[in-house]
């Protein structure tokens, strides 16, 4: 199942469109698969179909970036010794492009994750110096302190790797559920923060990595980034 990919989808990393533009093309009957011309929206086709427009073959891009919503229980990396799902089984197999997620996220942690074969980009938003933004919606096993958020501020926690720094913590809509923001990427941060105040962490959901939002894309689905979003995580 995961070896196929919308046609729409294909059209767009292909740099041929937009993926809304890729719709219109498909319903102009400017779009052949394996020959036979294509015009129904939502067509799925595999990996190895031969896709042509206006008559020239159409080629998925080297560089592949995909943004995902990752979902609980799954690992954040291209295999796992216990085999336990990955983060690879929640989109197609590009397995010719060596794809491969950047920076980790628990294995109960959902939210936003980037999957690329792009190493020189993954080296950048993964190291300390390029100040990469994250933010995360924390749910709590009791309601919050002002006094602790205060703590986390004025930047009194202490973790063995040095003092936790945010750059803004606020509480949501509900007592015990928060809005964090910051730029280091130590392992499990924000669930050892907490529990250093005595709170237990009871979901964590990444809003926003490197400027992406999981905005219009549900959990569990994946899409790819498109030309602005690449440009935009290009800068770091």
Same mark, same amino acid.
């Given at each position: 199942? +995961?070896?196929?990919?919308?046609?729409?989808?294909?059209?767009?990393?292909?740099?041929?469109?937009?993926?809304?533009?890729?719709?219109?093309?498909?319903?102009?009957?400017?779009? $052949?698969?394996?020959?036979?011309?294509?015009?129904?929206? /939502?067509?799925?086709?595999?990996?190895?179909?031969?896709?042509? *427009?206006?008559?020239?073959?159409?080629?998925?891009?080297?560089?592949? =970036? @995909?943004?995902?919503?990752?979902?609980?229980?799954?690992?954040?990396?291209? &295999?796992?010794?216990?085999? &336990?799902? %990955?983060?690879?089984?929640?989109?197609?197999?590009?397995?010719?492009?060596?794809?491969?997620?950047?920076?980790? #996220?628990?294995?109960? %942690?959902?939210? @936003?994750? #980037?999957? %690329?074969?792009?190493?020189? @980009?993954?080296?950048?938003? %993964?190291?300390?110096?390029?100040?990469?933004?994250?933010? =995360? +919606?924390?749910?709590?096993?009791?309601?919050?302190?002002?006094?602790?958020? +205060?703590?986390?501020?004025?930047?009194?926690? +202490?973790?063995? $790797? /040095?003092?936790?720094?945010?750059?803004?913590?606020?509480?949501?809509?509900? $007592?015990?559920?928060?809005?964090?923001?910051?730029?280091?990427?130590?392992?499990?941060?924000? !669930?050892?923060?907490?529990?250093?105040?005595?709170?237990?962490? @009871?979901? #964590?959901?990444?809003?926003? *990595?490197? /400027?992406?939002?999981?905005?219009?894309?549900?959990?569990?689905?994946?899409? *790819? #980034?498109?030309?602005?979003?690449? $440009?935009?995580?290009? !800068?770091?």
């Amino acid at each position: 199942m +995961h070896h196929k990919i919308r046609l729409n989808h294909y059209l767009s990393n292909a740099g041929i469109s937009s993926r809304r533009k890729a719709d219109q093309l498909i319903q102009s009957g400017a779009i $052949e698969v394996n020959g036979k011309p294509v015009c129904k929206l /939502g067509t799925v086709i595999h990996l190895n179909d031969v896709v042509k *427009f206006h008559g020239s073959k159409v080629k998925l891009k080297n560089k592949i =970036y @995909i943004l995902l919503n990752k979902p609980k229980g799954f690992i954040s990396s291209t &295999r796992d010794q216990f085999n &336990r799902k %990955t983060v690879m089984n929640l989109i197609p197999s590009f397995s010719k492009y060596r794809i491969f997620p950047v920076g980790r #996220l628990d294995y109960s %942690t959902t939210g @936003i994750m #980037l999957l %690329t074969n792009d190493g020189y @980009i993954a080296e950048k938003l %993964t190291h300390p110096k390029y100040h990469v933004k994250k933010i =995360y +919606h924390v749910s709590l096993n009791k309601k919050i302190k002002n006094e602790d958020l +205060h703590k986390i501020r004025t930047e009194k926690i +202490h973790l063995k $790797e /040095g003092k936790v720094k945010v750059m803004f913590v606020n509480k949501k809509n509900s $007592e015990n559920q928060v809005e964090i923001g910051l730029f280091i990427g130590w392992n499990r941060v924000i !669930k050892r923060m907490f529990k250093k105040l005595n709170y237990q962490v @009871i979901r #964590l959901d990444r809003v926003n *990595f490197a /400027g992406l939002s999981k905005k219009n894309l549900p959990i569990g689905n994946w899409c *790819f #980034l498109n030309k602005r979003e690449i $440009e935009n995580i290009t !800068k770091y």
